[in-house]
């Protein structure tokens, strides 16, 4: 069993940046894959970026270039570093946890954070 818990989210201007942390229980962090995905309001949930177990990272396009994903296995921890923020991004963020192998589908994660909210004013 994994609980994530997620921080960091807040109210940011455009163009500001923001960091995003998910805290992981269990001896095993090292072995899980951890996504990140988001969801605004009337819209599906969609994939952000992920990390598998290798550290190799994977983003959605709409990030590309402005969000970076890392992890830290002696911390149990993922982050999200989100710069050069728009109005666009302005979503619930979930962490996610998966063994092994990341994936950018939602259903393939077996483990969710509660979710934290960012803003981004125009």
């Known amino acids: 069993q994994v609980q994530l818990v997620e921080s960091g989210g807040g109210l940011v201007q455009a163009g500001g940046s923001l960091r995003l942390s998910c805290a992981a229980s269990?001896?095993?962090?090292?072995?899980?894959?951890m996504g990140w995905f988001r969801q605004a309001p009337g819209k599906e949930r969609e994939f952000v970026a992920a990390i598998n177990f290798s550290a190799f990272s994977t983003y959605a396009d709409s990030v590309k270039g402005r969000f970076t994903i890392s992890r830290d296995n002696a911390k149990n921890t993922v982050s999200l570093q989100m710069n050069s923020l728009k109005p666009e991004d302005t979503a619930v963020y979930y962490c996610?946890?998966?063994?092994?192998?990341?994936?950018?589908?939602?259903?393939?994660?077996?483990?969710w954070g509660q979710g934290t909210q960012v803003t981004v004013s125009s």
């Open positions: 996610a946890a998966k063994p092994i192998l990341s994936s950018t589908y939602s259903n393939d994660y077996n483990y």
């Open positions: 269990g001896r095993t962090f090292s072995s899980y894959a």
